[in-house]
């Protein structure tokens, strides 16, 4: 419908407004302008599910023109975005109408806007004070479902609101979709619901895991990997996708003939919005009724919204905010509605965690283990309360599946707490400037030529002594999880290192405080904690020591099974892959990296000098081998534990004689399931001898 140099004109017209927004200097005259970018970038979100901007950008387009149509009404036309929803259709499934219009929400960004919303809601409705629903704005693709004579009949998607793709077939595969629900002792014949289709972080991640292993590329996030599941012709690959579905709308309904619509008959269930949640529950739907939360007052609303946001992290599956709608079915039909959203019901979004911005240039950087990262380099940008420059890139097959180029517009996610990620760049708009990124050759830092094994897709510096891998290393061995060096830090470390005070991880335990004394911002108190905290980690267990030399495939859980597999650390000069692989949970590559590690003559002169440093090399054997109401038995955790922490529970576990597991294998014995269990569920349940336990039935374990 664009063709690229359209779509370039406009996409470059949409940064210009977006700048005259942020800076109030939007006029009259920009107006055709910004409805022909806002038609383009519904046609680009709704059609072809390819968004070249953010829905925060969009949203600040959206509400100008808005804006400006309320305090000018003459200029409003009858094909302004504010007059409908979207346009188009794709082509690929049959085009039904929705018994009632699919409109969009009005949005709020803070308190003041849903103070505003209140006064007006007041207004219409002569109230003082208002109860309202509140629930998650569920971050997914909106569908419509009707049943009939208490059948599920016919699922479509949103399309323009008035009219979209018949998907029933799709929907069928969704199995927290009913194929029949008795409407019917509710006095209902016909129905129309509204809700999301989601994935869930977890069969988001599992389903990309799959995708890597056949190495396809990866779905771009689970927004837009739910919409996309709905549009496949092939409904088993709809199956396999693990979709879920959230109904949390009544919008139309016809009663059975006769039906009593009398106080005390279930259909009161219907005169709120709340009701009708519980209702959906009720019949096998999964209706938003346990994250549901209905307040009387705006001030409760503004409390809760502030409050839902700081555990949005926590939630299974993407939340982009919450709405608010009048409980009260009646009084939404007293307040109605626009052509555009229904003034009974807001959306609060939260902080915006998508944006576009320009790649500029990509550096490449020297981890510990000689892995190279490239890191893009990007305008800087505020995504999810905090601003963006810089993002992890992975390596040079990362690259090449993006398509990546220098001087690329990209839009960028930060989901979560996460490290941000490029989701994709936007090829449509590239004018011939690009430039291709060219992976290096030879190290960064030490100049020697790097090598990648042939199942690996990082490519890696050999040189051991290369000084970015040494200062890599020596902050990995001060860390919280490994010698727990507190008053050391990064920033110490890299100037500790420049300075010729560090060159390798004895001299940690060697360091001139004389002359470290002299430095600007080494007082007394702080040189003080810095020789306290050192002299402490030579205490350290054996377990917390082998993690923190940073051999490769060796990670917190297989360092507590290999301390306990010695009395003494170079006892590890002995053993054989055999040996090690004979041990709980370690597996060929493991054991071979171990041998490999204690097979250099470096690696054991810096072992010798660390013991006569002082260090403990002496296995303090866990309770596991002592016997123990949990002695010999093997665990492994998955999910998220909702009573316990994780590190509290495997704190249990050895603490009671039990050992821990870092992956499914037949040598496991209990598997405790939390919420949102991933792919070690699904693969221990395919070896009988696993006991799968949840967290309650774990605790009972522990007590007994």
């Known amino acids: 419908m664009y063709p690229q140099q359209q779509t370039q004109k406009l996409q470059s017209l949409t940064s210009k407004l977006l700048e005259k927004v942020k800076n109030q200097h939007f006029q009259n005259q920009d107006l055709e302008d910004l409805r022909e970018v806002l038609r383009f970038h519904e046609y680009r979100y709704y059609i072809l599910n390819e968004p070249l901007i953010a829905d925060y950008e969009y949203d600040i387009l959206f509400k100008e023109l808005e804006k400006i149509e309320a305090a000018n009404p003459s200029l409003i036309t009858a094909a302004s975005p504010t007059q409908r929803v979207a346009k188009g259709l794709t082509k690929d499934f049959p085009t039904v109408a929705h018994l009632v219009p699919m409109l969009s929400l009005e949005n709020s960004y803070n308190a003041e806007d849903l103070i505003d919303w209140d006064r007006k809601a007041k207004e219409l409705t002569g109230l003082e004070t208002i109860e309202y629903c509140i629930e998650p704005k569920f971050d997914g693709a909106g569908i419509s479902l009707i049943y009939e004579n208490d059948l599920f009949v016919r699922g479509a998607t949103r399309g323009d609101g008035v009219e979209?793709?018949?998907?029933?077939?799709?929907?069928?595969?969704?199995?927290?979709?009913?194929?029949?629900?008795?409407?019917?002792?509710?006095?209902?014949?016909?129905?129309?619901?509204?809700?999301?289709?989601?994935?869930?972080?977890?069969?988001?991640?599992?389903?990309?895991?799959?995708?890597?292993?056949?190495?396809?590329?990866?779905?771009?996030?689970?927004?837009?990997?739910?919409?996309?599941?709905?549009?496949?012709?092939?409904?088993?690959?709809?199956?396999?996708?693990?979709?879920?579905?959230?109904?949390?709308?009544?919008?139309?309904?016809?009663?059975?003939?006769?039906?009593?619509?009398?106080?005390?008959?279930?259909?009161?269930?219907?005169?709120?919005?709340?009701?009708?949640?519980?209702?959906?529950?009720?019949?096998?739907?999964?209706?938003?009724?346990?994250?549901?939360?209905?307040?009387?007052?705006?001030?409760?609303?503004?409390?809760?919204?502030?409050?839902?946001?700081?555990q949005r992290d926590d939630l299974p599956y993407e939340v982009d905010g919450l709405v608010i709608k009048v409980n009260d079915i009646a009084l939404q039909d007293k307040m109605g509605m626009t052509t555009h959203h229904p003034r009974w019901a807001i959306a609060f979004k939260f902080k915006a965690r998508q944006a576009t911005t320009k790649l500029r240039a990509v550096e490449f950087q020297v981890g510990r283990t000689g892995a190279i990262t490239p890191v893009a380099k990007l305008d800087p940008?505020?995504?999810?309360?905090?601003?963006?420059?810089?993002?992890?890139?992975?390596?040079?097959?990362?690259?090449?599946?993006?398509?990546?180029?220098?001087?690329?517009?990209?839009?960028i996610e930060r989901a979560g707490d996460v490290i941000p990620q490029i989701v994709k760049s936007l090829a449509e708009l590239r004018d011939g400037k690009e430039k291709n990124i060219h992976f290096p050759k030879h190290c960064p830092i030490c100049k020697t030529p790097l090598a990648k094994e042939e199942e690996e897709a990082v490519w890696r510096c050999l040189n051991i002594k290369c000084p970015a891998q040494v200062v890599e290393r020596i902050?990995?061995?001060?860390?919280?999880?490994?010698?727990?060096?507190?008053?050391?830090?990064?920033?110490?470390?890299?100037?500790?290192?420049?300075?010729?005070?560090?060159?390798d991880i004895p001299d940690i335990y060697k360091l001139p405080f004389d002359k470290i004394g002299a430095l600007e911002g080494f007082g007394e108190k702080s040189m003080t904690n810095l020789k306290t905290a050192i002299e402490?980690?030579?205490?350290?267990?054996?377990?917390?020591?082998?993690?923190?030399?940073?051999?490769?495939?060796?990670?917190?859980?297989?360092?507590?099974?290999?301390?306990?597999?010695?009395?003494?650390?170079?006892?590890?000069?002995?053993?054989?892959?055999?040996?090690?692989?004979?041990?709980?949970?370690?597996?060929?590559?493991?054991?071979?990296?171990?041998?490999?590690?204690?097979?250099?003559?470096?690696?054991?002169?810096?072992?010798?000098?660390?013991?006569?440093?002082?260090?403990?090399?002496?296995?303090?054997?866990?309770?596991?081998?002592?016997?123990?109401?949990?002695?010999?038995?093997?665990?492994?955790?998955?999910?998220?534990?909702?009573?316990?922490?994780?590190?509290?529970?495997?704190?249990?576990?050895?603490?009671?004689?039990?050992?821990l597991l870092s992956g499914v294998s037949s040598k496991l014995n209990y598997l405790i399931v939390g919420e949102d269990a991933g792919s070690k569920l699904e693969k221990a349940k395919k070896i009988t001898s696993i006991k799968i336990l949840s967290e309650k039935e774990f605790l009972q374990l522990i007590n007994a």
């Open 475 to 503: 902050i990995h061995f001060t860390s919280k999880d490994a010698m727990d060096i507190r008053s050391f830090g990064d920033a110490n470390v890299r100037k500790f290192y420049d300075m010729g005070f560090l060159q």
């Open 536 to 659: 402490a980690s030579k205490k350290q267990p054996l377990h917390r020591l082998i993690y923190a030399l940073g051999i490769r495939f060796v990670g917190e859980t297989t360092a507590k099974v290999l301390s306990n597999a010695v009395d003494h650390l170079l006892d590890f000069k002995n053993k054989s892959l055999e040996d090690l692989q004979s041990l709980e949970d370690i597996g060929p590559k493991v054991a071979g990296s171990i041998v490999k590690f204690f097979s250099i003559t470096e690696n054991l002169n810096m072992l010798e000098e660390l013991e006569r440093l002082g260090l403990n090399f002496q296995s303090n054997k866990s309770s596991s081998t002592n016997g123990g109401n949990l002695s010999g038995q093997t665990f492994l955790f998955t999910g998220t534990l909702m009573e316990l922490k994780r590190s509290d529970a495997e704190a249990m576990v050895e603490k009671n004689g039990g050992k």
């Open 381 to 411: 940008v505020a995504i999810g309360g905090v601003t963006v420059s810089s993002i992890s890139v992975h390596n040079e097959e990362y690259i090449k599946e993006k398509d990546l180029k220098i001087g690329d517009t990209v839009i």
């Open 164 to 310: 979209g793709d018949d998907i029933t077939t799709n929907i069928k595969q969704i199995r927290s979709v009913p194929l029949s629900a008795k409407f019917s002792s509710y006095g209902i014949q016909q129905i129309e619901i509204r809700g999301e289709v989601m994935l869930t972080k977890n069969n988001f991640k599992k389903y990309n895991d799959m995708l890597a292993e056949q190495n396809l590329p990866p779905l771009a996030n689970p927004r837009n990997a739910a919409a996309g599941s709905l549009r496949i012709k092939d409904p088993k690959e709809v199956s396999r996708r693990n979709l879920e579905a959230f109904l949390y709308h009544v919008s139309y309904y016809i009663n059975i003939e006769g039906w009593p619509m009398t106080d005390g008959s279930t259909s009161n269930a219907l005169l709120t919005h709340s009701g009708c949640l519980q209702m959906l529950w009720d019949l096998g739907f999964r209706s938003p009724q346990k994250e549901k939360k209905v307040v009387k007052g705006i001030q409760a609303v503004i409390d809760h919204c502030h409050e839902f946001e700081k």
